[in-house]
């Protein structure tokens, strides 16, 4: 991290480069272009399951879920109800 502590010890403004290597910003976002064909492969896949494998699946998903909030709960972060009061928008809740 030399350059940062450069960046405080200068008081220039430390511009970062999207990628190593000579990557883009498009080589490094889940986008079309890196993600597009593995991720249809996949909804083929996902098309093609039983209903009662897809509903194994989605039963095994939410005691995970239940697991991981449990946990996070006595942790002392807010339990499910609380959480999606405190989130703003229709997109973060598309768990």
Known sequence: ????????????????????????????????????????????????LTKEAFNEICDQAKQLFKSTWKAAERAGLPSVEVAQKLVQGRRALLV
Do not use: R
Request: aromatic residues 8%.
């Open 1 to 48: 991290m030399e350059s940062v502590d450069d960046s405080k010890q200068s008081g220039k403004a430390l511009v970062l480069k999207p990628g190593i290597d000579d990557s883009t910003l498009k080589d490094l976002t889940f986008n079309e272009y890196c993600w597009g064909e593995k991720t249809h492969k996949y909804m083929v896949s996902v098309k093609n």
